[in-house]
């Protein structure tokens, strides 16, 4: 999906809050804060999540979600927060001990996710050691203000 300028900056924002919703095969949901999204040069969005997490468990069971992006405003109240609304789909889930995404490598050369594993080489077969979060990353499908009022997705 193509997105706007204005979808762009919300995303660009440091001081947003992202709140990732998703639900089971089965229909029981979680809502979730996350610092971590970020929008790729491929306009999706990626998130860190732990193994443990509700959310993952339930992106495994249920590719779609929704994110809701809040843009805070000191003394704004209710319907004058900005921010938007995206509605997403996984399309990519790896499993790393510290995933971190790498946008351009030196000489311009454009990459995915690549595995970090910063750990100490005598701790083999620890904790330390496994793989504890997943990578993923959102195709975008749709975005929508935060107050719809009957305007055209943006």
């Given at each position: 999906m193509?997105?706007?300028?204005?979808?762009k900056?919300?995303?660009?924002?440091?001081?947003?809050?992202?709140?990732?919703?998703?639900?089971?095969k089965?229909?029981e949901?979680?809502?979730?804060?996350?610092?971590?999204?970020?929008?790729?040069?491929?306009?999706?969005?990626?998130?860190?999540?732990?193994?443990?997490?509700?959310?993952?468990?339930?992106i495994?069971?249920?590719?779609?979600?929704?994110?809701?992006?809040?843009?805070?405003?000191?003394?704004?109240?209710?319907?004058?927060?900005?921010?938007?609304?995206?509605?997403?789909?996984?399309n990519?889930?790896?499993?790393?001990?510290?995933?971190?995404?790498?946008?351009?490598?030196?000489?311009?050369?454009?990459v995915?996710?690549e595995?970090?594993?910063?750990?100490?080489?005598?701790?083999?077969?620890?904790e330390?050691?496994?793989?504890?979060?997943?990578?993923?990353?959102?195709?975008?499908i749709?975005?929508?203000?935060i107050?719809?009022?009957?305007k055209k997705?943006?």
């Amino acid at each position: 999906m193509e997105l706007s300028d204005k979808v762009k900056e919300v995303l660009a924002n440091k001081n947003r809050i992202n709140i990732l919703s998703t639900a089971s095969k089965n229909g029981e949901t979680d809502v979730a804060v996350f610092g971590s999204a970020l929008l790729t040069e491929k306009n999706t969005v990626s998130f860190v999540l732990k193994e443990t997490s509700r959310s993952l468990a339930n992106i495994k069971e249920n590719p779609y979600a929704s994110c809701l992006v809040l843009l805070p405003a000191s003394g704004a109240k209710g319907f004058q927060v900005k921010g938007h609304r995206f509605y997403l789909k996984m399309n990519f889930m790896e499993r790393s001990r510290n995933p971190v995404y790498l946008q351009e490598r030196a000489g311009g050369e454009t990459v995915g996710w690549e595995k970090s594993f910063n750990v100490d080489r005598k701790a083999k077969d620890t904790e330390k050691s496994k793989p504890n979060a997943y990578a993923v990353i959102f195709d975008i499908i749709e975005t929508r203000p935060i107050v719809d009022a009957g305007k055209k997705p943006e």
